[in-house]
């Protein structure tokens, strides 16, 4: 169940003997989609590194924490990315791209960092929602004078709002490009794409922190 307003995230409760721990993005993904490939109810993953656990507040004490009375288990919503009828799986964030420096961009967030930027300021793991910014598809391209401006204020959230970057709360979207776009799930490049569809799945992993 996805979060609720003014309601607690998760749960106390510790990481079970023998199940897999993720220290990247890289290597959280991986093992989101071996478990999505089982088509099996989400088995808990500890998380020590990467975006994911950067958003959950960093918590220090690595794989021992994972396995004490103050770990907390709480679900998290999951980006599914079909990119030219080719499935994917990201965990926080789906970006389409050639250039952060010019041409359209999108990113499809669910939650709000992706490396040191915070792209999502609103968005929550588990509110249900994807948060998708553009430029360039649905309006003009920032100038580079304003991509220059707006990567300044990238890592504090304070680049939105903006006319020239649309921003949408949903639960799926589709686009076609006019050419290709290179595609990058969790920071990872996976390929070119001309049509992609990203949507929410709510509920669809489950983390230990």
Not at 22 to 47: H, K, M, W, Y
Not at 158 to 180: C, D, N, W, Y
């Amino acid at each position: 169940m996805t979060i609720q307003r003014n309601q607690p995230w998760g749960t106390a409760a510790t990481l079970p003997e023998g199940a897999p721990i993720a220290g990247s993005n890289a290597e959280l993904r991986r093992l989101i989609t071996c478990q999505r490939a089982a088509d099996r109810p989400p088995s808990p993953i500890g998380v020590t590194g990467g975006d994911l656990w950067r958003v959950v507040g960093a918590p220090a004490g690595g794989a021992e924490r994972l396995r004490c009375e103050i770990a907390r288990t709480a679900p998290v919503d999951l980006i599914e990315v079909v990119a030219d009828e080719v499935v994917h799986w990201a965990c926080v964030h789906a970006i389409a791209r050639n250039s952060w420096w010019r041409g359209p961009a999108m990113a499809a967030m669910s939650a709000d960092l992706a490396g040191e930027f915070r792209l999502a300021p609103a968005a929550h793991p588990n509110d249900g929602r994807l948060h998708v910014l553009t430029t360039g598809i649905d309006q003009p391209a920032l100038s580079l004078a304003q991509r220059v401006l707006a990567r300044q204020r990238l890592r504090s959230g304070a680049h939105l709002p903006h006319p020239a970057i649309a921003m949408r709360r949903v639960t799926s979207t589709e686009f076609q490009f006019g050419k290709p776009l290179g595609l990058w799930l969790d920071g990872e490049r996976v390929g070119r794409c001309l049509e992609l569809t990203v949507t929410i799945q709510p509920d669809a992993a489950l983390i230990v922190f």
